[in-house]
């Protein structure tokens, strides 16, 4: 059974969430944890808050054991566009963009062998 959690409105880039979302994508929970403390990134802090929602939920309605639990799908999409404005020389003016990033991830069982 899925278990899906998802985070939006992220004030990161896409793109630098996506550079911590590509360690664990696949890894058993335990390994992805793991990798989220030791990455040393801005974004793993708020991954590794995502990941252990999506494990309580599967704990808490599923009764799944955390340690049969394994990160199946993790997507990184761009949210929406804050536009800002910084002055620059002789009265013009240069735009800011700040993004935004919306996370889901999907933990699954694993199946025994």
Do not use: Q
């Amino acid at each position: 059974m899925e278990v899906k959690a998802s985070l939006k409105y992220l004030h990161i880039a896409p793109r630098k969430v996506r550079s911590v979302g590509n360690l664990i994508r696949g890894k058993d929970v335990r390994g992805a944890e793991w990798e989220l403390k030791n990455a040393g990134r801005r974004a793993s802090g708020a991954l590794l808050k995502l990941l252990s929602s999506a494990v309580a939920d599967a704990r808490h309605n599923f009764n799944h054991e955390k340690k049969d639990l394994y990160v199946s799908r993790i997507t990184m999409n761009p949210g929406p566009v804050l536009k800002r404005m910084m002055p620059r020389a002789c009265g013009r003016a240069a735009r800011i963009r700040k993004r935004t990033t919306h996370v889901e991830i999907v933990l699954d069982v694993r199946e025994k062998r």
